[in-house]
Structure formats: structure tokens, C-alpha cells
């Protein structure tokens, strides 16, 4: 109790130096005195002048850009109701917004985590639109791209110029993802009927695919998904209930640990 009761008395005093800490840059970056020591920006002297890694340099650059307009979100990461992470996602978005709205959109980060921060500015995929009008002997699509969509699909359209017009390239779109559904349905069937016979699991639980790998640490954002930690450092995939438990390799099973929480997990 004695550690916990020191670390936090530190850990409040780590608050105050951060915001003493945004308040100096503030000022450098006020007289841009980093140009005078050769430094070509507040960012540059973040990384080569004060050692900051990149990541960590570009959230104090964040912070300090945006406290110039919102100066109280310097107390409210001093009180801890703000994060740097909060502050930087939402720099990363409301760059072109009025003032009143990047202090309301502020005020809604306060006491969330990285992970809640980052969701409320998740921009939702616009559905594609489609019509369907059905004939004896057709049936008729009517599809609806936004621009951004379109310019993809052209762009797609330009590389497969060589073999498909836009009509043959979308048929061969299906086909293709028709015979990969197929061919994995087929292999899948395979590996439990000899699995069956065996009475064995198809393939070693420990065993994970690049693929699946990729999956696992897309969803968890390249973060470790222990309680309370986003480290992106050393992470690993993690079997959720162990292997020694009967656990596999499904992806309900899988997380991102970093390599300090899954020493802990055992």
C-alpha cells in the first residue's frame, strides 16, 4: 500500500510537470525560438532537440496547437480529466472547426479512454445503394457510388484495363469471391472429416495464420487489450482461454496482448 500511496503522489506530480511542460512549449512556440537553434519546426525540436519519440512529440505539438485556442484543456489534462491521446485524436479531426465546436467536442471527451475517444470519431461507411428491378429474362441493377467510391472502382477499372470493361470486371469480382468461398467451404469440409476420423483437432491450436494474425491485431488496433493498457509495444496474439485449457485458435479466442500482460497472464 505504502508503493501504491508513493506511485500516486508521483503520479499527480507527473500531471503538473506534463502541463509545466505544455505551457514552455507553448511559449517556444509562440516566439518560435527553435528556429534560431536550427530547428525548422516545434515538431523537429520536439524530436531532435528534446528526444521525444515521434509519436510522443506529435501529441504534445497536438496539445499545444490546440490549447493556444482552448487553453483550459492545459488544466484539464493537469486534473487528469483530459488525456493527451484524447487531446491529439481530437486535434487530428477538428483542425478546420470553429472554436465553440472544439471546445463542445472537448468537453465530450472528458474521463473517456483512448479506446472510447477513438470510436466517436470512427466515420461509418457509406452503404452502397442499389436498386434491383427483376424481368423474365433479366434483372436490372441500379448502383448508387458516392464520389469517393466511384473513384475507386475506376481506378480498379484503369489496373484490370487490360482484360475487363467495367461490366466483365464486376462479374469476375463475383465469380472469383464465389470460388474462394467455395474452395475454403471445400477444404474446411475436408479437415473435419479427417479430423473425424482421427478424433484429433484439425491442426495445432497454436498454430495461427498470417492472416488470422492480421485480423486479430487490425481489431485491436495494434494495441494490447488488457484493462486499462493500449501499449503498441511488443505485442502479442494471446489465447484467451490457454491451450493448456482446451483453448484453440478461433478468433473468439484470440487477443492482442503486450509482452508484460501476457507474462502476467501466465
Do not use: W
Not at 478546420?96 to 477513438?118: A, F, I, M
Not at 473513384?151 to 462479374?171: F, R
Amino acid at each position: 500500500m505504502k508503493i501504491h500511496k508513493e506511485l500516486l503522489e508521483l503520479r499527480q506530480k507527473e500531471k503538473r510537470i506534463t502541463s509545466e511542460i505544455l505551457n514552455k512549449l507553448q511559449e517556444m512556440e509562440d516566439h518560435r525560438e527553435y528556429l534560431g537553434m536550427g530547428y525548422n519546426s516545434l515538431f523537429d525540436y520536439l524530436v531532435r532537440g528534446l528526444h521525444y519519440s515521434e509519436a510522443t512529440a506529435y501529441q504534445r505539438q497536438a496539445c499545444v496547437r490546440l490549447a493556444k485556442e482552448v487553453p483550459e484543456i492545459k488544466q484539464k489534462i493537469d486534473q487528469g480529466s483530459l488525456s493527451l491521446t484524447a487531446v491529439t485524436t481530437a486535434f487530428k479531426h477538428l483542425r478546420t472547426k470553429p472554436v465553440d465546436e472544439k471546445r463542445q467536442v472537448l468537453k465530450s471527451l472528458e474521463n473517456k479512454s483512448s479506446r472510447e475517444v477513438k470510436k466517436m470519431f470512427l466515420e461509418p461507411m457509406t452503404p452502397l445503394k442499389i436498386q434491383k428491378t427483376e424481368y423474365a429474362d433479366k434483372v436490372l441493377l441500379r448502383l448508387e457510388l458516392t464520389h469517393e467510391q466511384n473513384q475507386k472502382l475506376e481506378k480498379l477499372k484503369a489496373l484490370k484495363s487490360h482484360k475487363h470493361n467495367i461490366e466483365s470486371l464486376l462479374v469476375n469480382l463475383i465469380e472469383k469471391e464465389l470460388k474462394s468461398y467455395e474452395s475454403n467451404q471445400i477444404k474446411s469440409s475436408k479437415i473435419n472429416e479427417v479430423s473425424a476420423f482421427k478424433g484429433t483437432r484439425p491442426r495445432n491450436p497454436r498454430q495461427i495464420s498470417k492472416r488470422l494474425r492480421n485480423d486479430v491485431f487490425r481489431d485491436a488496433s495494434f494495441k494490447c487489450q488488457h484493462p486499462g493498457c493500449n501499449s503498441n509495444h511488443f505485442l502479442q496474439i494471446d489465447h484467451i482461454i490457454p491451450v493448456r485449457q482446451g483453448g484453440d485458435q478461433r478468433r473468439s479466442n484470440l487477443q492482442v496482448l503486450c509482452a508484460n500482460h501476457n507474462r502476467l497472464k501466465g
